[in-house]
């Protein structure tokens, strides 16, 4: 076999993180059979690079130490060098992210580790510079530790397989071992030791409390968001933690500080007040200047929250994000037959923000009208000093009212001119050199991506949003599934698939799936939801370690084992999945989603209880299964409003959901609901059964028909359910008469939470 050593091996790959650095002097290698037996047969250790496509600071590090020919002179004849773009592989990127959190502190891309032919790691950072005269802060120069390490390995190998053996064992104590299995092992030098697993008593409704309360002590209260300085970070399941506080417990102050945040994200520059969707974060305490970057993931969870802000509040305002939000993913980040790409580059012409920051002048070229470009420049604070390199980010820097006082005209024009005044910034901005897009589509944030549309559908009344989202879950199923194995792939690029689907993948796009059900009363997608749920269970729960890992059982055996446990720049897997079974239990008793999601809650009861914040989506599942979810059933005909989706609806054996109770459930907060249409009598839903593969008509269903021959609806909270009704309303009514409304309600109070670290960590953050 040909040495794979010789060459820089990344032209061979799809991943458009890897084919950037396929032209280095560095002969880099894939993660693969073939690079890891070369280290082996060659006793070299690896240098692995973990980055992604749009990441600032993996350019830097690129340009600096990866296209240097004496960089790549140390890493070639030294190294095992390794690229890993991390979204294709996040097994990889959770392991060693989190050896770089417990030594250093702090994480980020690009990731720099030092591994064992094993893959066992013996340092790590994250961006380092070139040489250490030209570092930025404290880091060392990434070819003094190369050529060092280079000799240690032959003088001081002891050493070093000494320290990667404690790392190795503190990694299989954070990521791998529960209270279940066992503890191999304790923390690295230097870092803390890891939580304890040890569950004293199961989680209760008072969980949600205890997130609420941590995120009102981290929340900042004159800027919005969570820290007291930059960079800030979306924190999409905050927010939504505490607006369901404020449902559960009427506290005024968590619903000021979730739409504090959202407001103060909408305005700010991590918003594109032109083309819509959001940056991946903020560079400053104030919202101003984002990383310029954009990824499916924030776009899609980021409308959910403001769709359900809009549901509690009734402000237009976050009715609109989301739907520019979802018009930028319809737009930009599509595939002609309904998949969505990964992210959109900083940069473009070199240049960090060039595509998106404005000045006076451009503006006003932009603009024909004078006035109406002056507006435009006040609406959006664009100076001849600018905040960014000399340009502008645009933000909200004068509100409607003052504008119509300082140009003396009434509000009305000023939003008329400012229409237009963004329609005319938008096409001048067409005419710019775009950043570049990185075409790859995966399963787990086409799942995230597909779940907010199809609320958007339902919560915005616009069936656009449903068929994107329809359209992007048949597109998945199409490429990435197979159905004959009942296995999902993880990545489509061009026509290639892959990578082993991992546990994100299942649970988002399981989630994506029911959302859809739940929307269009299509029978198929709850079955698909179902198909992938029994995959984790089968696959990724070990009744062993009563627990959730990310890797399959029959998944490629790295140095350990992780979970995901915390909500990082994506929802916890574990937690969405733990969720997803508790509502999908109820159409199939049988299969013991319950009792999974009961094992994985009870097993990381601790570690929710200790670092809320952390584990938001776990401590939201708890809370769902302590209060007992909501049902709202609803028995009714195919819809029959003539169009050629109706139709296909119907067609289908699907039920869709009547006018009315679309409209009532649009309009009202539900956090956690399963909407669950029906046809309207058993013998229709024979036809369901069938598809779903069962004998006998699940909980949910069984006894709930249609009632005088009209839409009817049934509505359970825990163990109580109103009588059937043909109006929502009345149904939620009868609660609120009959029952005394929630049982569990919990007033906050800020004064008796200590938390060591209420700011919490992001791992989507850079150096």
């Known amino acids: 076999m040909d040495d794979p050593l010789v060459r820089n091996r990344l032209d061979e790959e799809e991943s458009p993180y890897l084919r950037q650095h396929a032209d280095n002097p560095v002969n880099w290698q894939p993660w693969d059979d073939a690079a890891l037996a070369a280290a082996k047969a060659t006793d ?4 692995l690079s973990i980055g992604y496509s749009s990441c600032h600071w993996c350019h830097v590090m690129a340009e600096e130490s990866f296209e240097d020919e004496e960089v790549a002179s140390v890493l070639n004849e030294s190294f095992v060098p390794i690229k890993v773009d991390r979204e294709e592989r996040p097994d990889l990127d959770r392991i060693y992210q989190t050896i770089c959190q417990l030594v250093a502190g702090g994480g980020g891309w690009p990731l720099s580790v030092w591994l064992t032919p094993e893959g066992k790691p013996f340092y790590v950072g994250t961006y380092f510079p070139k040489r250490e005269d030209q570092r930025r802060g404290n880091a060392p120069g990434f ?8 000799a240690s390995w032959e003088t001081d190998r002891e050493e070093i397989e000494n320290r990667a053996d404690q790392w190795t064992d503190a990694l299989r104590d954070r990521l791998e071992t529960t209270s279940a299995s066992g503890s191999t092992g304790g923390a690295p030098t230097g870092g803390p030791g890891a939580a304890s697993d040890d569950a004293d008593d199961t989680l209760g409704a008072d969980v949600l409390g205890n997130v609420a309360k941590a995120a009102l002590r981290a929340t900042d209260e004159e800027y919005g968001g969570f820290g007291s300085g930059g960079p800030k970070f979306p924190q999409p399941g905050r ?9 559960r417990s009427g506290t005024e102050e968590a619903l000021s500080a979730a739409t504090g945040t959202l407001d103060a994200m909408a305005a700010g520059g991590l918003y594109d007040h032109v083309g819509g969707g959001f940056h991946r974060y903020a560079t400053d305490r104030e919202w101003t200047v984002p990383h310029f970057e954009k990824m499916l993931y924030d776009n899609a969870e980021l409308p959910r929250v403001y769709l359900a802000a809009y549901q509690l509040t009734g402000r237009e305002t976050y009715a609109t994000i989301a739907r520019e939000t979802f018009a930028f993913l319809d737009r930009e980040f599509r595939h002609d037959d309904g998949g969505f790409y990964s992210t959109l580059d900083a940069r473009s012409e070199g240049d960090e923000g060039k595509f998106y920051v404005w000045t006076p002048e451009e503006v006003a070229a932009a603009i024909d009208d004078e006035r109406t470009a002056e507006i435009a420049c006040d609406r959006f604070g664009v100076t001849d000093a600018g905040n960014f390199e000399g340009s502008t980010v645009l933000t909200i820097a004068a509100s409607i009212p003052d504008l119509a006082e300082r140009y003396d005209c009434s509000e009305s024009e000023i939003v008329d001119r400012l229409d237009e005044a963004r329609e005319a910034l938008f096409e001048a901005r067409e005419e710019r ?3 570049a897009r990185d075409e790859k589509i995966l399963a787990s944030w086409n799942g995230l991506a597909i779940s907010s549309l199809a609320r958007g559908g339902l919560v915005l009344g616009d069936d656009t949003y449903t068929d994107l989202a329809a359209d992007a879950l048949s597109f998945v199923r199409e490429h990435l599934w197979d159905a004959d194995e009942q ?3 993880r990545r489509y690029k061009d026509g290639d698939v892959k990578g082993t689907g991992y546990l994100d993948d299942y649970a988002f796009l399981a989630r994506g799936a029911f959302e859809v059900y739940q929307t269009t009363g299509d029978v198929d997608h709850l079955a698909f939801a179902l198909d992938l749920a029994r995959v984790v269970v089968a696959e990724f729960y070990d009744a062993d370690a009563e627990t959730l890992y990310l890797t399959p059982a029959d998944g490629e055996s790295l140095v350990t084992r992780p979970q995901e446990l915390q ?3 994506t929802p916890s897997s574990a937690g969405v999945a733990a969720s997803l079974l508790l509502d999908l239990d109820a159409f199939a008793p049988e299969e013991g989603f319950a009792d999974v999601a009961d094992a994985v809650l009870d097993t990381h009861a601790n570690r929710v209880r200790g670092r809320p914040l952390e584990h938001v989506s776990l401590a939201l599942a708890a809370e769902k299964r302590a209060r007992g979810g909501t049902e709202v059933v609803i028995a009714a005909d195919a819809s029959t409003d003539g169009s050629d989706a109706a139709a296909g609806i119907a067609a289908r054996g699907a039920v869709g959901l009547p006018d009315a109770f679309r409209t009532s459930l649009a309009s009202t907060y539900l ?8 046809p309207p009598t058993d013998d229709g839903l024979a036809a369901w059964l069938d598809v779903l593969g069962v004998d006998d008509a699940p909980p949910v269903w069984k006894g709930r028909e249609q009632r005088d021959d009209e839409p009817t609806v049934y509505v359970c909270e825990g163990r109580t359910c109103s009588p059937p009704t043909h109006s929502l309303s009345e149904a939620l009514d009868w609660f609120e008469s009959e029952v005394g409304g929630d049982p569990e309600m919990d007033t ?3 004064d008796d939470l200590s938390l060591d670290d209420v700011d919490g960590l992001d791992v989507g953050s850079e150096e």
């Open 567 to 569: 909500d990082q720049s």
């Open 143 to 150: 070819l003094d530790i190369c050529e060092s390490f280079a």
């Open 671 to 678: 956090p956690d609901a399963v909407v669950s249409p029906r």
């Open 487 to 489: 296995r999902l792939a």
């Open 239 to 247: 927010v939504e933690a505490l607006l369901r506080s404020y449902v």
């Open 44 to 47: 070299r250790p690896i240098f």
């Open 748 to 750: 906050l109070e800020t």
């Open 433 to 435: 050199v775009r950043p």
